[in-house]
């Protein structure tokens, strides 16, 4: 079913328009007619046409100013004009006002049904394309939420790889590099600064409130990235361009922040905190939640701002907090170079700063340098020995001029940075090696993958995939090699019989043996104990 409206002073040609219309499309059409331009204007207001077929020249208001009115309102409807003036003017402005078509007077009937039907065809597939869109919406309703999820989950848990972190933003449109943390507690009621009944609570959000609260703190927070609900908390992230909030701005936040409060409080008849955390870089965003956990812990009020609060590290004005960020974010991704470039550039702001104070800067090479350490350790692969550090303390105090305790410094952080990535490898390397030097020693008896995999405290599946990638063979084709490499040694002793050969390379049934040895070296044991016998 169609609208459309026809306007025009003239009856007659209203009659000829609507009996042309009836006749060629039946009842495909509603039709009501207007003959003023006020007239149409409040037609179209009420009766919301598809088409409107609009005379140029009628009485008070003409078809051009009328077309103009009707489009601010109704910008998709399609518009026809009738003149019976050739009028260069009226045309242009017509065009500028984008008519689908300009038809003088008199028009006759095929011309009215061919631009009827191509109207009707642009009408389906606008509608078309409509239904499409929110098709595409409705599903995007229900992927949004999904992928925003994951990336809560990711610069939370901090279980990403940095491209993950680059495809969430491109999904979800962020742009900018930095962000801030919000923490949405709820309860029964407050009891000082914890919420009651977390379990029930966060059952009946998650079941009846999810939607509401996440539409009620996205109309609040512009491009805010919520997460799901975990016990009685619920994530946001907030992404900014800037690294510092202003006075004024944190103000709005918290009014925001409160104002969202009251409204979710509304809602769902549960009681609502939220706390806010400092602006960080995206991946540094876990802090920046931990800062409003914190501070919610620190405040009874229903919103609680970090920054209000005693709980943050303040620093002095010129402090590179940027460049200390920056060793340890390139030491934990092993970049060494970029590591010391930043090490290094620390170390001359300490030097230069607090060139008279030596004691304090020696401290401070300690704490980076055992913090390096400390991430180092952690990452996996290496071995903390107690009393590996305890010459530091002597060594750092007993240096006289800057340049030693630099290169001190600058050695033990390279040392860290360059252990990130080898701990693994060693680690690796050590397993083979105590693999293989197993193997070797027990391939004469029964031996399975399980009591290799036991020997090396490790599961069997991942043995047997680290020792596919480290060896490129399996475990039992380097078993196999290893017994009959020893098999091919034992049978150029003429003493000894296939069977007890069979026996001291680990095979219980000589016939077995047999086929084994014949697949790997194209003779039977026998035939290759003769060849050998021939060659001596």
């Known amino acids: ?145 999904v992928i925003e999820n994951g990336f809560i989950y990711s610069i939370l848990m901090q279980e990403h790889f940095e491209e993950d972190v680059e495809n969430y933003k491109n999904l979800l449109g962020i742009t900018v590099p930095y962000g801030y943390m919000m923490s949405v507690v709820f309860g029964d009621n407050q009891q000082g600064s914890y919420m009651t009944n977390a379990v029930g609570s966060s059952v009946q959000a998650q079941t009846t409130y999810y939607a509401k609260v996440r539409e009620i703190l996205k109309d609040a927070f512009s491009g805010s990235i919520v997460g799901s609900i975990s016990a009685n908390k619920l994530p946001v992230f907030i992404p ?33 905190r939220i706390g806010i955390g400092s602006i960080r870089k995206i991946k540094d965003a876990r802090a920046s939640y931990d800062e409003a956990i914190r501070a919610l812990y620190s405040s009874r009020g ?26 340890f974010e390139k030491l ?39 913090q390096a350490e400390s991430i180092m350790y952690r990452s996996g692969g290496h071995t903390y020995r107690f009393g590996s550090r305890k010459d530091y303390l002597s060594e750092v105090f007993h240096m006289s ?33 105590k693999a293989k030097e197993y193997i070797d020693n027990h391939f004469q008896k029964d031996m399975s993958l399980d009591d290799i995999s036991r020997e090396l405290n490790i599961s069997p599946y991942y043995f047997s ?22 098999a091919k040694q034992l049978l150029r002793d003429p003493e000894k019989s296939i069977k007890e050969i069979c026996a001291e390379v680990g095979y219980s049934d000589p016939n077995y043996f047999s086929r084994i040895f014949k697949k790997y070296q194209g003779v039977t044991p026998t035939e290759y104990k003769e060849q050998v016998g021939r060659g001596n």
Not at 16 to 44: P, V
Not at 74 to 88: E, G, N
Not at 404 to 418: G, H, I, P, T, V
Request: proline share 2%.
């Open 1 to 145: 079913m169609y609208r459309i409206l026809l306007a025009d002073d003239e009856g007659i040609v209203l009659n000829s328009l609507q009996f042309i219309i009836e006749k060629n499309f039946g009842e495909q059409f509603e039709i009501e007619t207007a003959k003023t331009g006020r007239g149409a204007i409040e037609q179209a207001e009420h009766f919301r046409p598809d088409i409107i077929f609009m005379d140029i020249q009628m009485p008070g208001i003409n078809g051009i100013e009328a077309i103009r009115e009707i489009k601010k309102m109704f910008p998709a409807i399609i518009f026809v004009v009738l003149t019976a003036y050739d009028k260069f003017d009226y045309a242009k402005e017509a065009v500028n006002l984008g008519v689908f078509e300009y038809l003088n007077k008199p028009v006759n009937q095929k011309v009215v049904v061919d631009v009827v039907q191509r109207a009707m065809q642009e009408i389906d597939t606008r509608r078309e394309k409509r239904k499409s869109d929110l098709q595409v919406r409705e599903r995007m309703e229900t992927v949004i939420p």
């Open 240 to 272: 900014t361009s800037q690294l510092h909030m202003e006075y004024n701005d944190r103000i709005e936040l918290i009014e925001k922040s409160r104002y969202a409060v009251k409204n979710m409080n509304k809602a769902t008849g549960m009681i609502f």
């Open 302 to 327: 229903s919103v609680a701002h970090v920054d209000d609060l005693p709980i943050a590290v303040e620093y002095e004005d010129n402090y590179p907090i940027d460049t200390e960020d920056a060793i």
């Open 332 to 370: 934990r991704e092993g970049k060494t170079e970029e590591c010391m470039l930043e090490t290094s550039k620390y170390f001359d702001w300490l030097a230069q700063q607090y060139d008279t104070d030596q004691m304090s800067v020696k401290l401070k090479v300690l704490e980076f340098t055992l």
């Open 401 to 433: 001029d800057k340049e030693s305790l630099r290169q001190w410094f600058l050695d033990k952080m390279r040392n860290a940075a360059q252990n990130m990535t080898t701990g693994s490898e060693d680690h690796t390397n050590h397993l083979i090696h």
């Open 465 to 486: 995939k680290l020792f596919k990638e480290e060896t490129g063979e399996n475990f039992v084709e380097y078993v196999t090699d290893r017994r009959i490499s020893k």
